[in-house]
């Protein structure tokens, strides 16, 4: 059974750098498709979709947030991460890895708990 | 970007009565090369992730109760809770994935009356 875990820093500062990792299980990130993805939500926007990374390596970035975005895969830890510079308080958020049915783009049937990250000083 | 539009912000519903969600796209989800809306649907309860609904606008995700339907085409599209349950109570999100960037609607919150 397929399962998504965030982890990383609840805190970061303004104008750093926030991190985090999805770990999965039940399944392998190194699988054909574009898979992976991160989500965010406030209750300001509500859910926005950040972006979705590839086995091979290809991203697909929102556009709004791409000149600050890394998103990157470590198949020795069957991982996938999020990296995201130059944070302000609007980056405030509940962030959810997921998983895309089938490629990209498409739905997200899997979805991990989420981790709520705050940016603050 | 496609914008999506849910209507209404929120509603309230008595048990066993129907709920209708309501879901506008700013251009049309339809793919004709493939002839489906490329349109889901997710319900959210409190301190959880969304759960995915629906697909393809109304193919219905496997586990989930027949009293939820999806319909409509082109822009428009629907939401049909019939026979509200109790543990029907949550947050309903519309999500398009025809085009890049992939966007949900502001979200739906039906409550009991």
């Known amino acids: 059974q397929l399962q998504l875990q965030e982890s990383g820093p609840g805190l970061v500062k303004p104008s750093e750098t926030l991190s985090l990792t999805c770990t999965v299980s039940?399944?392998?990130?190194?699988?054909?498709?574009?898979?992976w993805a991160w989500i965010r939500q406030t209750p300001e926007r509500g859910l926005e979709w950040i972006g979705n990374?590839?086995?091979?390596?290809?991203?697909y970035y929102n556009p709004s947030l791409k000149s600050r975005l890394t998103i990157s895969i470590d198949s020795s830890k069957n991982q996938f991460s999020l990296k995201l510079s130059s944070v302000t308080a609007a980056d405030t958020a509940i962030y959810y890895c997921?998983?895309?049915?089938?490629?990209?783009?498409?739905?997200?049937?899997?979805w991990g708990r989420g981790t709520l990250v705050t940016v603050s000083s | 970007d496609i914008v999506m539009t849910q209507s209404p912000d929120s509603l309230a519903v008595s048990l066993g009565e129907r709920a209708t969600i309501n879901c506008k796209s700013s251009?049309?989800?339809?793919?004709?090369?493939?002839?489906?809306?490329?349109l889901a649907w997710y319900q959210q309860k409190p301190g959880q992730p969304p759960i995915l609904l629906i697909s393809?606008?109304?193919a219905r995700e496997s586990g989930v109760p027949d009293r939820f339907s999806g319909s409509g085409s082109g822009t428009d599209f629907t939401l049909t809770i019939t026979r509200l349950q109790a543990e029907d109570v949550a947050v309903y999100y519309c999500?398009?994935?025809?085009?890049?960037?992939?966007?949900f609607g502001g979200g739906t919150r039906v409550e009991i009356k």
């Open positions: 999500q398009q994935y025809l085009t890049t960037p992939i966007t």
């Open positions: 997921a998983k895309t049915f089938s490629g990209f783009p498409n739905w997200f049937p899997s």
């Open positions: 039940g399944a392998s990130v190194i699988s054909n498709l574009c898979y």
């Open positions: 393809w606008a109304s």
């Open positions: 990374i590839c086995s091979s390596g290809t991203t």
């Open positions: 251009q049309s989800v339809f793919y004709s090369s493939t002839n489906k809306h490329y």
